[in-house]
């Protein structure tokens, strides 16, 4: 049996998680956080833990099947946590772990970029598509 050296065992452990490579298993979770409601749900959870239905009127036009789908996801991913408080009718609220916490940054940045930009980009489309 070959033994490796630890400069070998680091460039391993480096491209177990290369996103260029198409076996990584991050290329799924870059996947899963490129969706926008993901980025929505996280900067609405940034205020502090929401019930379920605050969620859903905070993000116009997210449906109630890929609200629970995409918040399942990032509860399975440990991003967030799930509450239940027993109760007539039963509280479900939903708050960031620490490790969504640490996703915020990034998500916020991107959000903030779309909106301050937007424009630039509408003119960008409009000069591409009147040349095409």
Not at 20 to 38: G, H, I, M, T
Not at 51 to 69: C, D, F, P, W
Request: glycine letters at 4%.
């Amino acid at each position: 049996m070959a033994t490796t050296t630890a400069a070998q065992r680091r460039r391993q452990a480096r491209a177990e998680y290369d996103a260029f490579l198409a076996a990584c298993p991050s290329r799924l979770l870059l996947d899963r956080f490129a969706d926008k409601w993901v980025a929505l749900i996280l900067c609405s959870l940034a205020e502090g833990e929401q019930r379920y239905s605050e969620i859903a009127r905070t993000i116009a036009g997210v449906s109630q099947k890929m609200l629970t789908q995409t918040l399942r996801n990032l509860e399975r991913d440990g991003v967030l946590i799930r509450s239940i408080t027993p109760a007539v009718p039963v509280r479900v609220s939903y708050r960031l772990t620490p490790l969504g916490d640490s996703l915020l940054p990034v998500v916020r940045a991107i959000k903030q970029w779309a909106e301050q930009n937007m424009g630039a980009v509408q003119e960008a489309r409009q000069r591409y598509d009147a040349a095409s």
